[in-house]
Structures are given as structure tokens and as C-alpha cells.
């Protein structure tokens, strides 16, 4: 028999960002401990309000499950008299198992206990099992209260414990379990009793509260697409902001609010995000995508007095977009450019200069990959990226971005298309901060390309030089989303450049000098940078593919082609054959003290064969090296598979005449070099 059950721990409000990680723990905390008690279940399900952490076990069975399990004692020669009788030594075995004697069987020169163990009620194992759930529970941040020991993330405020219709009794931080919740704040009429777990959604429903989070999540968005509608608009929903808004309310009822349209005038993202962002509004666009005066806002209660909370809405709105307004006119007083100036009073990083000084760096590390890049990049470009270097920080002191931060590279885009500049400049001001988080998008211009990998790196290496990389979960200046900035940004423009390079003239910059310190610097970036590197390969090769190209990432979109290259070889039909040929070579390249092979001690067949087969292949392959064709390069380099295995089943590598050894060694030294070129094929798992 199973029953359904129920565990929801009332609290004071919990922020809004916590809920979908705790009611992860939550869940997985349950399934661990009920598998690590031997109580069967079905399925584990977690609901969440502000007020609220629900637990939900579908068909839980009443008992745990019985145990059958043998403990190996002594060896039969201590437990065994010649007679066959147990010694002291079994029967103090069969105490310690608390079995008796009998229990005792031989088996595989040993004695083993026989332990039998009924499983317990469910409902009795629960009582310490639910208030161990509630205390293993952790969070960012706790509050303690009264002068209780307990922590939790807000104050307990009551607890429902129930395994079907039976109440389960424990105690935590005094609050005792029972079956009485409660409603929403003002729409209920507080307290209700919950007779069964199976009632749990519909008994909260009936008292206003929709505690299913995915419910919730569909009548939000169902509500706000309606009030959209009607307005004549579309809702911009974002997933970020629908999330908030979902732990923020317990019975969610959308409604619209207006602005004066002239703030419209306004750039649109300086009216979305005060209205997003600091409102927790749904903006409101047109079909071709022109925001409206309007607003859709999520209320926690019932359509009561909604032209009163329209009205209250409205006017903190007011007061928002008034301080954008009066911002932007009084930045408009000066050009972007001439905004720069006072860039020179804010700090960049302590001990590394100004902001202002940080734009120098980034016109200087900009003309660098500039010239990296060569005829990928035109004459126009790199004045443009040189222009927008100039002015990519000045937004940061505006009256603007100083208010509402969230718009750095936002303003500064729309202060210089205002101030007439290049709109590719423009956007390269905007776009160098790309992505500003998990999932957004890449710069789209080539100047913003350049200088976002100029910030980045630039970033790095400041940061680095201070001794600040990142390690375990700590990360304040968000270095890792950088790096991973820079893979794939040079993986989607296709730019094969040396990040050594940049790194090189960043140190000249920043004034690094101590030799030990420079090299310090640069072997830090390397691994950080492999480590993301890795990161990024691990969605589309193997891991000892990844292994095997990732030894050198200053090239980073050649370590990938590489890959993609050695991905596709190894589903050829001789790879197999042709890995393991490499591999021996590489075994006996090690011996070898250079690559320097004298032709004239190069005497049987077998071995001119190899050299002639390396020589030829050797041509070929440097030269769809240099085109960046990998994937031909393997091909060519599968020619000389087979006379490496006739030159090991003929020739005596290791002669007893040292020249010729020696020779032989950097013949095959000279192989594997050509073959490092590609990949570490010992790495290969075949």
C-alpha cells in the first residue's frame, strides 16, 4: 500500500531569486534521504509561493522495504574447531551482529551473519526524516531569530506534515507540525486545515493561493498576453523578469497602467529599464516592435480596487521615467567625447589607473589585433574600432548610466548615433560588453568584435597582474563569462589570432615588467583561457579528443577546427590502424635527442620509403595547414600509415650502431613533430 505526501514549511517571504534553487535542493535532499531509508516512491514533486516551500511524494509506501543482507565474520580456520564447532571468535562475531549462532553460515572459506531486518512503519522513519530535510536545507544567506540556534533563510512560521490524511509530529525552531496552513495575506481568510496531501493544490486554491509554480508561471503569462491584447499591443515577456514575478505572487491577477507618451522621446531602453528592471513592468510594443505608453504590471490579489493600484503604479513610474528624463537632457549638454574627460577621476581597478587610462589601453590593444588579423580587417574598421575604443567607457559618468547602471554600452551607443558618429562605432560602444550574461548574443560589427576582445582581454591581464584569478565559486569581476566571451567569439568570426600576443602588449601597458611576473601572467591566461576552452568543446567532441588538441590554446579557433578535424577522422575506417602507427612513433620519438636526419645513413628499403612517404606528405600538409584545412591534413597524413608499420616490422630502430640509432630516432622525431602539429594522438582512447 502507498499514500501520497505532503510537507510544506511556512515562512515570512522569501526572495523571489532563491525559490527555483531551493526548491531544486528541496526536492533532490527528499529523493536522497527516502532512497537512503528504503521507502519506495513514485514520483517527487515541489511546489513554491513567497510564503511557502511545499514538498509532494506521490504513492510513498507505508513500510520501508525488509533488508537481507550477509556480514562476512572470521576465516573458517579461526572460526571452526577441529570438530567443526564455532569458537569464541564466531560466536563473538554473531554477538557483535546481534544474530544468533545458528544465523551463521560458511561460505567461501568464511563465516557470515545471516541479518534479517523488518522494515520500519514509513510514518514512524518520517517523524526524523522531515525535520532533517527542513535543517539540511541551505541558503545563500540565513536569519536567526528569537534565541533559537536554528537558521533559516526567513523566519518558520508553521508546518504541514502530512502522509495522507495522517499528521506526522515533529518540532523544528518551535514551530510544530500539524495540518493547519494559510491563505493568502489579504484575500483569504487566514488559516485553513488541509484534511488529506491529495487536497493540498485545490484546498490552497480555495483560499487563494496557486502553489504550483507552473500553473502560476501559465496563468501569468495567459493574463498578461490578454491585457496586452486588449491594449492593442504585445507583451515583451522576458524569461528573467516572468521568473521574479512568478515567486513574487501567490495568486497573480495582471492589469495595465499608462505614461505620458512624451518619454517616448526617450532612447526605449531608458524607459524599459526603469519600468523592467526597477518596476518589475511588462513592457508593451506595437506589431512592428515600437514601444507603447503602456505598461502591464502583475498585482498579488484579486481584481479589487485595480484603478487604485493602476493609479499608485502609475505615479512610482512617473518618478522613474522624470529622473531618466531629467538625466539624458543634462548629458545631452555635452558631447560623449567631451564626457570622457572626466573619466580621468574614476578608478579602474586598484592600483591600475583610471578609466580613462583603461581607454588608451583599448585603442592601443585594438590597433594590435588589428594588425593580428591583417587583411581580415579593412582600413574602415580599424578606425572605427580605434574610434569607439576612445569613447567605449565615457558613458559610465553620465547622469544616466550613473542612475541606472544597468545601461552602461546602452547610452554610450545612443549619446554617439545623437552626437553623429559612425553607426558602426556606435554599436561597437554598446556591443564590446557583450555577453553581458549566460546566453546573450556575440557582438555583431567587426569593431565591436575588436573591442570586445581588447576589454576582455585587457581585463583579464589587469586583474591577473593583481593576483585576483578566480578559484572555486568566486568570481567578482565575472572573469570566467569573459573568457568564455572570447572562445566563442573567435570560433564564430573564424579569426585565428594569438592571445599570447595581446597579452604581451596589455602587460607593456599596464607596465609589467619583472620577467618572472610577465611570465606568470601569461601561463595564468593560457590555462584560464584552456580551461573555457575545454568547457566549449565538451558540447561537440570527445574528451580525449579535447585532450589531445588542447595542450597549446593560443590559437583558440584552430584548437577547434582541430577538433571538429579529429572528430571526423575517427569515424573513417582505417583510424583505428592508422592511430595506432602514430602512437609507436611517438613512443620511440621520445628517445630521440633532435630531428635532424641525415639522408646518406637512411639504407633500407623500408626506412627510404618512410622518409621519402614523410617528405612528400610533409609538403602537402603544410601547406593545408597554413589554409586552416585540418580535416585534409589527416587525410594526407594517413599516407604514411602504412610505411611506418613496414619500417617497424623491418628496421631495428634501436641498432647497435649509435649514428644509425640516433638517425632513425630523428627520422621519427621528425614524423612527430608534423603529427603534434595536429593533435597528441597517445591521447586518443581507441
Request: charged letters at 30%; a negative charge; aromatic letters at 8%.
Amino acid at each position: 500500500m502507498s499514500k501520497n505526501l505532503l510537507l510544506e514549511i511556512g515562512t515570512e517571504e522569501i526572495p523571489a531569486h532563491v525559490m527555483p534553487p531551493i526548491l531544486n535542493q528541496l526536492k533532490d535532499l527528499a529523493e536522497k534521504n527516502l532512497n537512503e531509508s528504503r521507502i519506495e516512491f513514485s514520483e517527487v514533486y515541489t511546489f513554491g509561493t513567497p510564503r511557502r516551500l511545499a514538498l509532494f511524494v506521490k504513492d510513498l509506501a507505508e513500510n520501508q522495504a525488509d533488508v537481507e543482507e550477509e556480514k562476512r565474520g572470521p576465516s573458517t580456520k579461526i572460526a571452526l574447531d577441529a570438530a567443526g564447532n564455532y569458537t569464541k571468535a564466531a560466536l563473538g562475531f554473531a554477538r557483535g551482529q546481534k544474530v544468533n549462532p545458528e544465523n551463521l553460515i560458511t561460505k567461501d572459506g568464511y563465516i557470515y551473519a545471516v541479518i534479517h531486518e523488518k522494515g520500519k512503519a514509513a510514518a514512524e522513519i518520517l517523524q526524523t526524516l522531515l525535520p532533517k530535510i527542513i535543517c539540511d536545507l541551505s541558503f545563500p544567506n540565513n536569519m536567526h531569530w528569537g534565541n533559537l540556534d536554528f537558521k533559516f533563510i526567513r523566519p518558520l512560521r508553521w508546518i504541514v506534515a502530512l502522509f495522507g490524511k495522517e499528521i506526522i509530529p515533529f518540532e523544528v525552531a518551535n514551530v510544530k507540525s500539524g495540518k493547519t496552513s494559510r491563505g493568502h495575506r489579504t484575500l483569504s481568510n487566514g488559516d485553513f486545515e488541509i484534511n488529506s496531501a491529495d487536497d493540498y493544490l485545490y484546498d490552497c486554491e480555495e483560499h487563494f493561493v496557486i502553489a504550483d509554480q507552473n500553473q502560476r508561471r501559465a496563468m501569468i503569462v495567459e493574463q498578461i498576453e490578454q491585457v496586452a491584447t486588449e491594449r492593442g499591443g504585445k507583451a515583451e515577456i522576458s524569461d528573467e523578469l516572468l521568473e521574479e514575478v512568478l515567486y513574487l505572487v501567490e495568486y497573480p491577477t495582471a492589469l495595465s497602467g499608462n505614461f505620458e507618451t512624451k518619454y517616448l522621446n526617450l532612447p526605449p531602453e531608458a524607459v524599459i529599464t526603469p519600468m523592467r528592471d526597477h518596476q518589475r513592468y511588462f513592457p508593451v510594443k506595437t506589431a512592428e516592435g515600437k514601444l507603447m505608453p503602456i505598461f502591464i504590471t502583475v498585482r498579488n490579489g484579486g481584481k479589487d480596487y485595480l484603478d487604485i493600484v493602476q493609479h499608485g503604479n502609475e505615479r512610482v513610474l512617473k518618478a522613474r521615467l522624470e529622473d531618466a528624463q531629467f538625466f539624458f537632457n543634462e548629458d545631452r549638454k555635452k558631447t560623449l567625447a567631451q564626457h570622457r574627460e572626466k573619466l580621468k577621476t574614476v578608478v579602474f581597478q586598484e592600483g591600475l589607473g583610471s578609466v580613462y587610462e583603461k581607454t588608451e589601453r583599448l585603442v592601443k590593444l585594438s590597433d594590435k589585433i588589428c594588425e593580428l588579423l591583417g587583411d581580415k580587417i579593412s582600413e574602415t574598421d580599424k578606425q572605427n574600432v580605434l574610434r569607439a575604443a576612445e569613447l567605449s567607457k565615457a558613458d559610465l559618468v553620465t547622469g544616466m548610466v550613473t542612475e541606472f547602471t544597468e545601461l552602461q554600452g546602452v547610452m554610450g551607443r545612443e549619446y554617439a548615433k545623437l552626437d553623429g558618429e559612425n553607426i558602426e562605432v556606435a554599436a561597437a560602444i554598446d556591443e564590446h560588453y557583450m555577453p553581458r550574461f549566460a546566453g546573450d548574443s556575440q557582438p555583431k560589427t567587426t569593431a565591436g568584435k575588436i573591442l570586445s576582445l581588447a576589454d576582455k582581454i585587457d581585463n583579464l591581464v589587469s586583474t591577473f597582474s593583481r593576483g585576483l584569478i578566480p578559484t572555486g565559486s568566486q568570481d567578482p569581476f565575472a572573469l570566467r563569462r569573459q573568457a568564455l566571451g572570447i572562445v566563442n567569439l573567435l570560433n564564430e568570426a573564424h579569426w585565428t589570432i594569438s592571445i599570447s600576443k595581446i597579452v604581451e602588449l596589455a602587460m607593456d601597458l599596464l607596465k609589467v615588467t619583472d620577467s618572472v611576473g610577465r611570465e606568470k601572467i601569461q601561463n595564468d591566461v593560457a590555462e584560464f583561457m584552456k580551461l573555457r576552452v575545454k568547457n566549449v568543446l565538451s558540447n561537440s567532441a570527445r574528451y580525449d579528443v579535447i585532450d589531445a588538441v588542447i595542450e597549446n590554446v593560443d590559437d583558440i579557433y584552430n584548437v577547434t577546427l582541430k577538433a571538429a578535424a579529429l572528430e571526423n577522422f575517427l569515424q573513417t575506417p582505417d583510424a583505428v590502424k592508422n592511430i595506432q602507427s602514430f602512437v609507436r612513433v611517438f613512443n620511440l620519438a621520445k628517445k630521440a635527442d633532435s630531428a635532424n636526419v641525415n639522408e646518406n645513413l637512411i639504407k633500407l628499403e623500408a626506412e627510404q620509403k618512410l622518409y621519402q612517404a614523410f617528405n612528400a606528405v610533409k609538403v602537402v600538409a603544410g601547406e593545408l595547414i597554413n589554409k586552416k584545412d585540418f580535416n585534409g591534413v589527416l587525410d594526407a597524413l594517413k599516407k604514411i600509415s602504412a610505411p611506418i608499420d613496414s619500417f617497424f616490422d623491418s628496421v631495428m630502430v634501436m641498432d647497435e650502431n649509435l649514428e644509425i640509432r640516433n638517425n632513425r630516432l630523428a627520422l621519427l622525431k621528425s614524423i612527430d613533430n608534423l603529427l603534434a602539429e595536429i593533435a597528441d594522438f597517445s591521447k586518443l582512447v581507441i
